[in-house]
């Protein structure tokens, strides 16, 4: 089948934008561009991006299907305000996401960058408040039988108080509640990879947030996971993968009123003085 590199030569004006863009050079010209080398296209889709006629289809993909530019009107003073304005969940209803939604922020989050536009981030997510809470109890269990052992590094012996808040008082430290979580995980191996689950994550977060979804990362989650191998076996996570983080999320129980004041991170830039 091969990438599918078409051109429509009637709406083609030869402006060569396709050419200068592509991030590895394979599409030649020849009174209409051309693909040289399709065993080194990345799948970017640049050239089907960058052509103003929408004469260049690839991969099967119809221009014509793509959202235009002209119908992006986002003002960046109101994009600052909301990233500002995110704020950490945690405390969540139980009340659970649609599939819908569930599938629009999966959709979303497809188009996070990726190292060498690999797309390998692997997404789990748990669909219902009974799944995660299931998720949650099968971890203390194997948490308790791992404390057996004897083995548990110095620093993770703050487990224990996670573990204690959950079984003595009900206290959910890990998932604070919340009907949902993802976890990315990618295979092993691959360059930045971890790089890009944590990428992922950022897409999922701020997209989340714009439909009024919190979120709030688990680093206590992927701590669980770097000492219990068979949360990947429960989750149906594939074995070759790696795990990248852990995310829970769900609609906020809380409401905040406005943007905390942060300094500027620590920050030099070359060539100013």
């Known amino acids: ?48 991006a960058v052509c103003p006629t929408g004469a260049l289809s690839i991969l099967g993909k119809d221009p014509k299907n793509s959202i235009s530019a002209d119908m992006i009107n986002l003002d960046s003073s109101e994009l600052e305000k909301f990233i500002k304005f995110r704020r950490t969940v945690r405390k969540f209803k139980d009340n659970e996401l649609s599939e819908e939604t569930l599938n629009k922020l999966i959709e979303a989050t ?60 009900g206290d959910d430290v890990t998932f604070r509640g919340a009907p949902h979580i993802i976890v990315t995980s990618i295979p092993k191996g691959l360059t930045i990879s971890y790089v890009d689950t944590i990428i992922a994550l950022s897409y999922f977060e701020i997209y989340a947030n714009s439909l009024g979804v919190g979120t709030v990362w688990s680093g206590i989650g992927r701590y669980f996971f770097e000492i219990l191998p068979n949360l990947k076996d429960y989750l149906k996570i594939p074995e070759e993968n790696s795990i990248g983080y852990v995310m829970a999320f769900g609609i906020p129980d809380v409401r905040y009123y406005r943007t905390v004041q942060h300094e500027k991170l620590n920050h030099k830039i070359l060539g100013l003085k």
Do not use: W
Request: net charge positive; hydrophobic share 35%.
């Open 1 to 48: 089948m091969g990438i599918n590199f078409k051109i429509d030569e009637n709406l083609c004006i030869g402006c060569k934008k396709c050419v200068t863009d592509c991030p590895v050079s394979i599409i030649g010209f020849d009174k209409v561009p051309f693909m040289k080398d399709e065993t080194h296209c990345l799948k970017c889709q640049h050239c089907l």
């Open 110 to 169: 497809s188009y996070a960058p990726s190292g060498h536009n690999s797309k390998k981030t692997f997404l789990t997510i748990t669909a219902s408040k009974l799944e995660t809470d299931n998720f949650l109890a099968f971890m203390m269990r194997e948490f308790e039988i791992y404390l057996k052992s004897n083995t548990l590094p110095d620093a993770y012996s703050f487990l224990k108080y996670v573990h204690y808040q959950y079984k003595k008082k």
